[in-house]
């Protein structure tokens, strides 16, 4: 049975909202007990050394050299993006911060894809709002929840925006070299501030190995969604990429307990439904 190649953008895309929905709830945890640049720092290190020896160990084409720079450039931007969210979702409350991040890191991308590429069919767009809606649903507060984090996740968020628009200029190269590279400018950006900060001892065993699964998780979600981008569309990809905070919410909810309000329920209801709208043609 031959997967249908217009569907292949919406699974890349899926599999990503799974990768980096439980990374985040792993890194955001591991941040509880250790310094959040550092836990980025090692899953940064650990995503490298993982897509570097896969993508030497099948012979993965080096794409060329401006394509690995703005991978490189977009990994530095979204890496501290990501320790910054760390530091939002080690705040104790998962449920409002990943929805917000997610929310602003998609919405310039999105715009920017609308822009370039043309406005998409209508029943994408339709898609689009309905997401964008069950975002915004998972982070109602209205059952007096505190809305510590929120500053963290909105910068967050501008990070993540950077990461988006910087890993589609990388182009069409090998998805595991651009992941690769993309890792090597997280590791540089968030180093660099652990060494100059000297708090690179801030982490626990405990926490460090749950880093480096959530490294490894991270960087699969980015190689998928590179993959999603160069068969698809920016902003459809963006869109269902940043649908992850449903996977963080649940996590944290079964985990940790956090307290999960219909609205959420219903939030990751519409945020499913989206699903196919966006991948509709």
């Not at 980096?20 to 509880?32: E, P």
């Not at 801030?202 to 068969?231: F, H, K, P």
Request: with cysteine; glycine share 12%.
């Amino acid at each position: 049975m031959v997967f249908p190649a217009q569907l292949l953008p919406t699974a890349f895309s899926m599999a990503a909202v799974f990768a980096w929905g439980t990374s985040d709830f792993l890194g955001g945890y591991a941040s509880r007990r250790a310094n959040a640049f550092v836990v980025a720092s090692v899953v940064n290190g650990s995503g490298w050394a993982l897509m570097a020896l896969f993508a030497w160990a099948i012979h993965s084409p080096l794409p060329p050299a401006h394509q690995m720079e703005w991978a490189m450039a977009g990994g530095a931007i979204g890496g501290t993006g990501l320790a910054i969210f760390y530091g939002a979702l080690a705040s104790g409350n998962m449920g409002l911060t990943a929805p917000v991040a997610a929310l602003l890191g998609a919405a310039i991308p999105t715009a920017f894809g609308m822009m370039t590429e043309g406005l998409p069919p209508a029943i994408n767009i339709l898609g689009f709002a309905l997401a964008g809606t069950g975002i915004w649903l998972i982070s109602r507060t209205e059952d007096g929840t505190s809305a510590r984090g929120i500053g963290l996740a909105a910068l967050a968020g501008i990070g993540f925006s950077g990461f988006y628009l910087c890993m589609r200029q990388a182009g069409d190269g090998s998805a595991l070299w651009l992941a690769t590279s993309s890792r090597t400018g997280g590791l540089l950006a968030t180093g660099v501030v652990v060494l100059f900060r000297r708090n690179f001892r801030e982490i626990t065993r405990t926490s460090a190995s749950w880093a480096i699964v959530a490294g490894v998780l991270d960087v699969t979600g980015t190689a998928l969604l590179v993959r999603a981008s160069q068969v698809g569309r920016l902003d459809a990809a963006v869109v269902l990429t940043s649908l992850y905070p449903a996977i963080t919410v649940l996590l944290a909810r079964l985990v940790l307990k956090e307290h999960f309000t219909r609205w959420k329920a219903v939030g990751m209801v519409a945020a499913l439904l989206a699903v196919p709208l966006v991948a509709g043609k």
